[in-house]
């Protein structure tokens, strides 16, 4: 009797925390982690590859959490960023085949990040980076941060935007009324969203994609909300008045924009990107340890495409954008 071989999956937003990094967040930033997750945030070895062993996860490809190195000045976040994916470097390397990277960036010094980017795709291995937020309160479709989109085109590699906390001022008010007796309206109940939703699109209007249009981006959370909102937003921009009537946002987005189900397993959700933006745009990923492998692993076996598309979603996909 012939036995069915097991699916290969490949989840691409796993988080941990660098102790040297970590210490620099400030107490919003580091009361997110309740016991359980910061145990996890900082495992690097047992206890992540039991849990992806019994959640069926082949590969993680871990990235620093937020804020990682988007806060701070810049000789400081640049010395921080060396040594943090050294050793996460290190880590990959004492379990082969199990880890793969992305690089933290020392986006504060924009010329030393695109340095930094370079280095950890050459001389590590890294597959791209991950951003997370504003750099001190600035856009990364700022002008200031190009050269970083530059060099990751020339080395072929994605940028993934993740959220971070939103600023205070942005905190203060949208969501102060509510922070109290629901904290997570201010990350990923719905603040987390509407920064990186914002910041991407930031970054579609802002030129940068067509000067340098190899780039490649990642979004995680099915997408921000962005894939669901695409045809307003497009025709939005279209009408009498914007800058270029023939801007076509949802063409840009559709072209530069790779989504990941981190944290998000849900089959409408999935589906309404799947019509959007295609399978072969969507990727794998749980958001661990902010999310625990269980859920993601529960929702696999319900995924209502065929099995060629699932196999995209869980491995395929990463395998080609990352050359994993």
């Not at 996890?40 to 190195?69: C, F, N, T, W």
Request: include cysteine; charged fraction near 25%; glycine fraction near 6%.
């Amino acid at each position: 009797m012939s036995t069915k071989p097991k699916r290969r999956i490949i989840a691409i937003e796993e988080h941990y925390w660098d102790k040297e990094v970590a210490a620099t967040f400030d107490s919003n930033d580091a009361m997110r982690g309740a016991p359980h997750i910061l145990e996890r945030l900082y495992d690097y070895s047992a206890l992540r590859v039991k849990e992806m062993d019994q959640a069926g996860i082949d590969l993680q490809v871990l990235s620093h959490g937020a804020p990682s190195l988007q806060r701070g000045d810049a000789e400081t976040t640049v010395k921080l960023a060396k040594g943090a994916n050294d050793r996460l470097k290190d880590i990959c390397s004492a379990h082969p085949g199990r880890f793969e990277a992305f690089a933290a960036l020392p986006t504060p010094d924009p010329a030393a990040a695109a340095d930094e980017l370079e280095r950890c795709v050459t001389k590590l291995g890294f597959k791209g980076a991950m951003v997370h937020g504003p750099t001190n309160g600035v856009f990364f479709d700022d002008r200031r941060f190009w050269p970083i989109f530059e060099r990751a085109q020339a080395l072929d590699v994605p940028l993934y935007i993740h959220p971070a906390t939103p600023m205070q001022v942005v905190a203060d008010a949208y969501y102060k009324d509510y922070i109290k007796d629901f904290p997570g309206i201010l990350t990923a109940g719905w603040g987390f969203t509407v920064e990186c939703a914002t910041q991407a699109i930031r970054i579609v209007l802002s030129g940068v994609l067509e000067k340098y249009p190899g780039t490649r981006i990642i979004l995680g959370h099915m997408g921000e909300t962005v894939p669901f909102l695409l045809w307003r937003i497009n025709q939005a921009l279209s009408r009498k008045g914007n800058k270029d009537e023939s801007f076509s946002f949802r063409e840009l987005f559709c072209r530069h924009f790779w989504i990941t189900t981190s944290g998000f397993f849900s089959n409408p959700a999935l589906l309404c990107c799947m019509q959007e933006i295609g399978v072969d745009r969507i990727l794998f990923s749980v958001d661990y340890p902010f999310v625990l492998n269980t859920p993601a692993a529960a929702w696999i076996p319900t995924i209502p495409l065929c099995s060629e598309d699932v196999d995209k979603i869980l491995h395929g996909n990463a395998t080609r954008l990352l050359k994993l």
